[in-house]
């Protein structure tokens, strides 16, 4: 059984004067190496979530347990074995890229990563001695997860971490993230990104006002919500539907594919933004 590295279990949050919950009886677990997705509409309860697991909320109802130690026990060690990239770039405006990762490094006392390596990792070698002030918003998060990698962290808080990123380079950010999961991290995700919570994500959770709506893999909701089948864009038709089993025996598209009408086919299952219009809209 794979090592449980955040327990939560019936965790409930009400702000000062407010009327409803901003997490309700919420009930969850992670693996270790695991990257886990948390998605939801905005106001959902995500972000105090993450606030409480990132000890900046520290009242709160249920039991939770992190890196084998309830939370309410973690002093300021705690912040030795985590690391946070939250959407808003922070840093030192005045220092370089180089010298801002190295002052965070500093603030640590095991063992951490060298700047010049993190900073080449996501691509911003080149930018190492600009100042975080000139950088450009893509850059600013770029330099944001090399800072919550600074301090080899077992546990890792991200929040949109491919923000602002061209495709090449989200799938650069994607491949960072991952490694640190295959290296034993364990990633908590938020991000209304459905790509990159459908490629990076092991397990993704649905967060509907305050609750959890439903966990599973990214395949699992794509299967559980699309309905078997195949499509098919023909030649001069458009796009067509067809049963799974018209593609053995004497079928129509059989026929199409024999004249080489068929250009595209895939089976048809639902992408994760229609999993997530589909599970917030029927809990909402």
Known sequence: MAEQVVTVEDLGVRYPGSEAPAVERMSFSVSRGEV???????????????????????????????LGRPLRRWGQDYFERVGVGFELPAGFGRLTAREN????????????????????????SEAADRRADDLSKGMRMRLNLARA???????????????????VRAALLRGVVRAAADAGA?????????????????????VVRGRIAAVDTPRGFRLDHGRPGLVAEVRG?????????????????????????????????????EVFAAVTREKL
Do not use: W
Not at 41 to 60: E, F, H, I
Not at 102 to 124: K, M, N, Q
């Open 101 to 124: 990762l190295a002052a965070f490094a500093s603030l640590y006392r095991g063992p951490v990563e060298d700047p010049d390596e993190l900073l080449a990792r996501v691509d911003l």
């Open 36 to 66: 886990f997705g948390f998605l939801g509409p905005s106001g959902a309860g995500k972000s105090t979530t993450q606030k409480v697991l990132t000890r900046l909320l520290r009242r709160y109802e249920g039991e939770v347990r992190v």
């Open 237 to 273: 038709q458009g796009t067509r539907e067809f049963p799974m089993g018209a593609l053995t025996g004497d079928t129509e598209l059989q026929r199409l594919l024999a004249r080489g009408a068929v250009e595209t086919l895939h089976t048809r299952e639902a992408s994760l933004d």
């Open 149 to 167: 990698l600074v301090n080899r962290p077992d546990l890792l808080f991200l929040d949109e971490p491919t923000s602002g990123q061209d495709p």
């Open 186 to 206: 364990t990633v908590f995700l938020t991000t209304h990104d459905m790509a990159t919570a459908d490629l990076l994500c092991d397990r993704v959770a649905f």
